[in-house]
């Protein structure tokens, strides 16, 4: 099983903030990992694909970096409407998430 | 636009079956694959598994020998059987679609479904 641990498991930031999320594989998964958002009692959004893929329609803020076993994801400016969980996602065998970041205000 | 709609009880008792159906509209079966995914209260999301356009199945290991996805595409469906089931399997129970980017194999999750609590308890 490939193991994905995401760091930090919550954080408070202010509104135009910058966040950063990490998220590491416990072995080599080259650029095989998705970013989703979830707001609490909805289903979860994909909004990266393939590690730095932006979703068309979802805001520029968001990006995603990482190759092999090191991922980050980043809000450049962080909203109001960005209170969420996200989760980091590896599909490069099975698929598996990460244990999900919360993101306050 | 897609739109991912399950059904099934939200209650089930302990050693018994859970059973939920995916109802898709507005967007073909085909060539996507059809997963279900599942959310413990306050934790993390965990795949249950696949069924393929073409009826090929794929199941998490630590599920497989109690989990069958079956298709029925003239209703655009797709069910989840979980059998024997225990307090552990109580969960957010979500369909979502898989697709890709370019390799043609089950990449990542763009449409999901409401989630349906189902709760294990007699």
């Known amino acids: 099983d490939i193991q994905m641990t995401q760091s930090p498991s919550s954080l408070s930031a202010s509104v135009g903030d910058r966040v950063t999320i990490t998220c590491r594989a416990s072995?080599?998964?080259?650029?095989?990992l998705n970013w989703y958002q979830q707001k609490p009692g909805k289903a979860p959004n994909l909004l990266i694909y393939?590690?730095?893929n932006l979703k068309t329609g979802v805001p520029s803020r968001f990006s995603g970096s990482g190759s092999g076993t090191d991922f980050t994801f980043t809000i450049s400016s962080l909203q109001p409407e960005d209170v969420a969980t996200y989760y980091c996602q590896q599909y490069d065998n099975f698929w598996t998430f990460g244990q999900g970041t919360k993101v306050e205000i | 636009q897609v739109q991912l709609q399950p059904s099934g009880p939200g209650l089930v008792k302990p050693s018994e079956t859970l059973s939920l159906t995916c109802t898709v509209s507005?967007?073909?079966?085909?060539?996507?694959?059809w997963n279900w995914i599942r959310q413990p209260p306050g934790k993390g999301l965990e795949w249950i598994g696949y069924?393929?356009?073409?009826?090929?199945?794929y199941y998490n290991p630590s599920l497989k020998s109690r989990v069958t996805i079956s298709l029925d595409t003239s209703k655009n469906q797709f069910s989840l059987k979980l059998n024997s089931v225990t307090a552990a399997d109580t969960a957010v129970y979500y369909c979502?679609?898989?697709?890709?980017?370019?390799?043609?194999?089950?990449?990542?999750?763009?449409?999901w479904g409401l989630g349906t609590l189902v709760t294990v308890s007699s």
């Open positions: 507005g967007g073909s079966i085909s060539p996507h694959y």
């Open positions: 069924i393929y356009y073409t009826g090929t199945t």
């Open positions: 072995r080599d998964i080259s650029n095989y």
């Open positions: 393939d590690a730095s």
């Open positions: 979502a679609r898989g697709s890709s980017s370019y390799s043609g194999s089950c990449e990542y999750f763009d449409y």
